[in-house]
Nanobody, 122 residues
Framework: VQLQASGGGLVQAGGSLRLSCAASGRSFSTIAMGWFRQAPGKEREFVAAINWSGGNTYYADSVKGRFTISRDNAKNTVYLQMNSLKPEDTAVYYC????????????????WGQGTLVTVSS
């Protein structure tokens, strides 16, 4: 599976952005997907996960209630709608296939796409 993320940019605090991740490969609709991010000087961290059908989602506490992960299996695409953005959301955002879906702990990634930079100004 190859992944191509897009939609990053510069936004003011309180604003919104929608990230997209287009996937190649016939198995997309059977794979759990996730978003991760890496802020400058910090380790990569989990943001959100979605199961193969889109019926189950799981979020990091830091984004719960502000971010929404979704997917369109007909388009082989997963999305991350980010609302009420904060300066601390500034990071490179990565989409990834997941080894499995979990709503108990951040599920392990398998394949990464290239990142897309999100910058939130105060």
């Amino acid at each position: 599976v190859q992944l191509q993320a897009s939609g990053g940019g510069l936004v003011q605090a309180g604003g919104s952005l929608r990230l997209s991740c287009a996937a190649s490969g016939r198995s997309f609709s059977t794979i759990a997907m996730g978003w991760f991010r890496q802020a400058p000087g910090k380790e990569r961290e989990f943001v959100a996960a979605i199961n193969w059908s889109g019926g189950n989602t799981y979020y990091a506490d830091s984004v719960k209630g502000r971010f929404t992960i979704s997917r369109d299996n007909a388009k082989n695409t997963v999305y991350l709608q980010m609302n009420s953005l904060k300066p601390e959301d500034t990071a490179v955002y990565y989409c990834a296939t997941l080894r499995y879906y979990s709503s108990v702990e951040p599920p392990p990634p398998v394949y990464w796409g290239q990142g897309t930079l999100v910058t939130v100004s105060s």
